[in-house]
């Protein structure tokens, strides 16, 4: 399970992976108490099966079988230990997680309820919260939503722990163009770059050229030069395209593509469809500015 970077303190994301660990001295525990509990006979048999005989011998030349056994139960103990109060320590922080999870998602709900709802931010922090953390991009990856206007792209929320790479885009995107183009075709689409748009600028954008019919001065201006991407449609109930969600990086193998797969699953791309039609009449929209005159 991969726990939002936001919920937990670095700490306590090390003992909550730690303590993931703890079933199997729980589980082995029992066994090394019952070694050392059964009557004597029973102990060598069990050792002349289990060790051979020349691994006793050298075993012996270490420790005494006494030494032996007393690390035996200082290991029994420690394991026992670690299995109960790990697994313990585990069910607290998943219980504070689903805590901090649920305000969360409380606190959404009533933004969402709100007739003042900033979609933009809204979106954006809906992407942090579900997506972002979860799968723990760093600052050289952004995801961004895509939802279609007419002939044009409309980012409706963007996140990246990068301050230039979050801006919210001021110009539309056209729909016969890039990898989100191709996701609202077919459903996904990915494409990594074998050029590094910081040495290889023009191999880089000759490559954008030709791929997605990009304009070449738009693809020089762009903040960021992404060299990997992975761009995924979502439909309504009645599969009708309703928007694109795009993860990009910096980096030729920064995006965790069968994390992503994983995240994006049917039942992850129905929950993002019914936000979105929660909260269209909150996006504004070409089409009914163009009927209104504007």
């Not at 026992?80 to 649920?102: E, N, Q, V």
């Not at 023009?202 to 738009?218: L, N």
């Not at 109930?237 to 994006?264: H, T």
Request: net charge positive; charged share 25%; hydrophobic share 40%.
């Amino acid at each position: 399970m991969d726990i939002p970077k936001a919920l937990l303190t670095k700490t306590q994301r090390f003992f909550y992976k730690a303590t993931s660990y703890s079933l199997a001295p729980a589980i082995l525990s029992p066994f090394a108490f019952g070694y050392i509990g059964i009557p004597g006979d029973i102990q060598i048999m069990i050792r002349r099966l289990v060790i051979p005989e020349s691994q006793r011998a050298k075993a012996l030349e270490i420790f005494s079988l006494e030494q032996w056994f007393l690390g035996l139960f200082i290991i029994a103990v420690v394991t026992m230990l670690w299995g109960t109060f790990g697994l313990g320590y585990r069910h607290y922080l998943l219980k504070r997680i689903i805590a901090l999870t649920d305000k969360e998602n409380f606190e959404l709900k009533q933004r969402l309820n709100s007739n003042t709802v900033d979609y933009y931010e809204f979106f954006s922090r809906f992407i942090f919260n579900s997506y972002y953390s979860a799968l723990q991009l760093t600052s050289n990856e952004r995801i961004s939503l895509y939802r279609l206007d007419m002939d044009h792209f409309l980012c409706v929320g963007r996140y990246s722990d990068n301050e230039i790479y979050k801006q919210k885009p001021s110009r539309l995107y056209p729909k016969n163009q890039g990898c989100i183009s191709r996701a609202w075709q077919i459903g996904s689409s990915q494409h990594v770059s074998k050029f590094c748009p910081e040495s290889e600028i023009d191999q880089w954008v000759a490559e954008h050229v030709s791929d997605f019919g990009f304009e070449e001065s738009t693809l020089r201006e762009m903040t960021m030069k992404s060299r990997s991407l992975k761009c995924i449609r979502i439909q309504d109930a009645n599969n009708n395209n309703i928007a694109v969600i795009a993860f990009e990086s910096v980096n030729q193998d920064g995006l965790p593509i069968g994390k992503i797969e994983r995240k994006m699953n049917e039942r992850e791309r129905k929950s993002l469809c019914h936000l979105l039609e929660a909260l269209e009449s909150h996006i504004p929209s070409l089409q009914n500015a163009s009927s209104e005159g504007f």
